[in-house]
């Protein structure tokens, strides 16, 4: 049980309609370790850490999340999970203190409600209610609430999206610390440095499907390419948003793609990928951008009992 990874994906589809916005993806992250995905807008991140959260049902392929189901066994997972979603779920009149407050009793051992307002330079907006709160100190509430219960595995979305460079470096020592307490953190981001910065491993989506993944010294690393096989003629502009300035993707002959990194690019080191690697990347042509809404407008309210916790 110990040996499962956190979490594991295989073959993964889900299609909003027409939109098909995870297409066959498989990935999986290791226990204790910082899993980024990367990947430019519409690649299929954040409806992949929805389906990993049990928000939303996979139209094809398993996901195991600590080794279970996220939907049959949310009630046994709710405890185990930190989840902060982009679109947040807090109510507009919450002051900071009084949420984590209430948060806090949902949990065996829960952090210090004001040891986190101050380490994520919330203490001043203590009292202020959510709505009256910046957008980069509403996501650090968010933030808070996803990892007061000390979870073993917490799911970030874009974290620091839209945060300014002081905010960015309190989340970035946050994940670090959580990190180095013995917790997993699977983050989404399109921030190639920020994946550099935090993750242990970064895997690397577009079009709804694995590019690669590997360690960021591999994909940064001395060898600076990466090849991959995808349908002939593909609009690869998406996927060069999320790399470094000056990366040039080259198809020759057609269907195999070379990507040339300015500092280097590599294979991963996650067992179960590897073998698909050179033979994959499925890539599919993604469809329009949604709307802010969701599926099913379910968000989260995560109470939980107790569990064996990270020390931090
Ligand atoms: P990312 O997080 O990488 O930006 P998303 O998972 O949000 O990617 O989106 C992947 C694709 O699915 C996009 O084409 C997006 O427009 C579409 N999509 C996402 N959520 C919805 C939804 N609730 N309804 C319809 N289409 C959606």
């Not at 290791?30 to 389906?51: D, F, M």
């Not at 405890?79 to 807090?90: A, D, E, H, Y």
């Not at 380490?119 to 933030?143: D, I, K, N, V, Y």
Request: aromatic content about 4%; overall charge neutral; glycine content about 12%.
């Amino acid at each position: 049980m110990g040996d499962t990874p956190a979490v594991e994906i295989t073959g993964l589809v889900k299609s909003y309609g027409r939109t098909t916005a995870v297409a066959g993806l498989s990935m999986c992250a290791a226990r204790g370790e910082v899993t980024a995905v990367l990947g430019p807008n519409g690649a299929g991140k954040t409806t992949t850490i929805e389906v990993c959260e049990g928000y939303r049902r996979p139209d094809a392929g398993t996901v195991r999340v600590l080794g279970l189901d996220p939907v049959k066994d949310a009630r046994k997972l709710r405890p185990r999970v930190g989840v902060m979603l982009q679109s947040g779920g807090i109510p507009t009149a919450a002051r900071p203190a009084d949420y984590l407050k209430v948060m806090a009793r949902f949990y065996a051992r829960p952090v210090d409600p004001a040891v986190l307002l101050d380490r994520l330079g919330l203490a001043e907006s203590a009292r202020t209610p959510f709505r009256r709160m910046s957008g980069g100190q509403q996501q650090r509430l968010a933030l808070a609430a996803a990892i007061i219960g000390r979870p073993e595995l917490v799911f970030l979305d874009e974290p620091t999206a839209g945060l300014d460079p002081q905010a960015r470096l309190a989340t970035w020592d946050l994940v670090a610390g959580l990190r180095a307490s013995g917790a997993t953190v699977i983050l989404t981001t399109h921030y190639l440095e920020e994946a550099e910065r935090l993750a242990d491993q970064v895997v690397i989506v577009d079009h709804g499907t694995l590019v690669t993944q590997g360690t960021p010294a591999e994909l940064t690393g001395s060898q600076g390419q990466l090849r991959f096989r995808a349908e002939p003629g593909l609009d690869t502009s998406g996927l060069l948003v999320a790399l470094p300035p000056a990366s040039v993707i080259k198809e020759s002959p057609a269907g195999a793609y070379l990507v040339e990194l300015p500092a280097g690019v590599a294979g991963g080191s996650c067992a179960h990928d590897r073998a698909d690697r050179a033979g994959q990347a499925d890539l599919a042509v993604s469809g329009p951008r949604r709307g802010a809404a969701s599926e099913d407008g379910r968000r989260p309210g995560r109470p939980g009992t107790s569990h064996p916790a990270p020390q931090w």
